[in-house]
């Protein structure tokens, strides 16, 4: 026995140090939402896009944008993603494995689920991280999200219905995923099931409800842990738990004239034109749609009257439409936006009910679907009531199709579901190669950029995965 130090059977025998262990992986997860890297996975999208002058400073970042030679197994901004994720879920499935309480095994095997899912949906086959059965080489993604159902079943059962810490996932979060991973699993796996995923959007829609105006969920001066929040990352606009988001979101012009302008920021993260422009002009908005204004800013007059120019980047989407949902207007005049500390949505009801519909509409219960979105989404998208001639009806269920997915770009953008939408329905390299400005110029994107490079740092270090193991295409 080691004289200088703990053996990790004699760490994890104590369940105390389990729980301070957990705590600090709520911490680590929701960090992989704070600061630049929250937003990588949202980039190369067909409503998301980096600016001119980000675009020009970091070739390997532009690569995500661009679909270009530098999106490789060497690019630094996808292996740091990749990076940060693995250690997150080591250390849940040794929680999940040596825990004596089923309360904190279910935490742990939430957080391990999360994690393996996005990473299952990005890259395509990876390891499974068990305890009592570890598999370092890249694992059969029906082999990979059978244990993801099965660790979201466990959380299901043994979290709470309520948590007062609301770092803590419930009961109705596990559910609200568990629907998810029945919608989203790769058809290849057999679990793609929409009656069972509806099933389980069934538990969890009566449990919370939409607010009644959709720019309250992105206003800081309120309680953004609402009815309609089903799970978030919390953060504060303080460091270091503020979530730095406005600082990629923002305008550089604005920034330049005054950093303590709350919209301020450097242009890493804008709407596309198919976003942020009405259906009259090639893009996504219907006249009346509330969310529009309160998901995209593009007026820049300053609090105080000034208007800000151009600066010496000379990048004209400097002044073009940006995001509104991680302005903090409690920085206005006090900090630097940097210190932008709104929550961070991870699953929330209305993403629930689009799904739900989406499900609906698969099953050939084309009507329901509608019935269903005109009654919540849709209605209070319209502030209570939906104009004439906007209210869904006899639609096909091809027709919906479409509309649903433009309905997810209204509602979700900026929320870190539509890259997963896009793979999931096999529609990136069509929207994104059309809707990206960048993709178009460049030229490149296709099929085999549904999943990104496994990074070269990975096939280095992991005995079980080799060069031969890479994504084709890569």
Known sequence: MPKTSLTEEQVYGNEENIQLLISGLYTQWRNT?????????????????????????????????????????????????????????????????????????????????????????????????????????????????????????????????TQSDKNIPTKGAALALLGKIYLYAPEETGFRDYERAISYFDQVIPKYALLDNYADLFNTTLDQNSSESIYAFQFVNMSPDNNMAQHHAGSRAVADLDGNTYFGGYDLIMPTDYYANDQADGGVWEPGDTRKLASIRYDFTLPDGRIPTITWTGQQDELGPHTRKFEDIRTQGVQNFWYSGGLIYYLRLADILLCKAECLNELNQTNEAIQLLNTTVRKRAFGGTIPDGYSWEGISKEDLQERIMDERIRELAFEGWRRMDLIRTGKLVEYVSERNPWAKAEGTLQEFHNRYPIPESEIKQNDMINEEDQNPGY
């Open 33 to 161: 939402k704070q600061d630049r890297g929250g937003f990588m996975f949202t980039l190369g999208t067909d409503e998301a896009k980096q600016g001119g002058q980000q675009v020009h400073e970091n070739n390997v970042q532009a690569a995500l944008d661009k679909y270009s030679n530098a999106l490789n197994a060497s690019n630094s901004s996808l292996a740091e993603q990749w990076n940060k994720r693995w250690p997150v879920i080591t250390a849940a499935a040794k929680a999940a494995y040596y825990a004596q309480s089923n309360s904190l095994k279910a935490q742990a095997r939430f957080i391990r689920a999360t994690l393996t899912f996005e990473l299952a949906m990005l890259w395509g086959p990876i390891p499974i991280i068990d305890q009592e059965n570890m598999q370092e080489a890249r694992q059969p993604l029906t082999d990979v999200f059978d244990f993801i159902i099965k660790d979201l079943e466990f959380a299901s059962e043994y979290l709470e219905e």
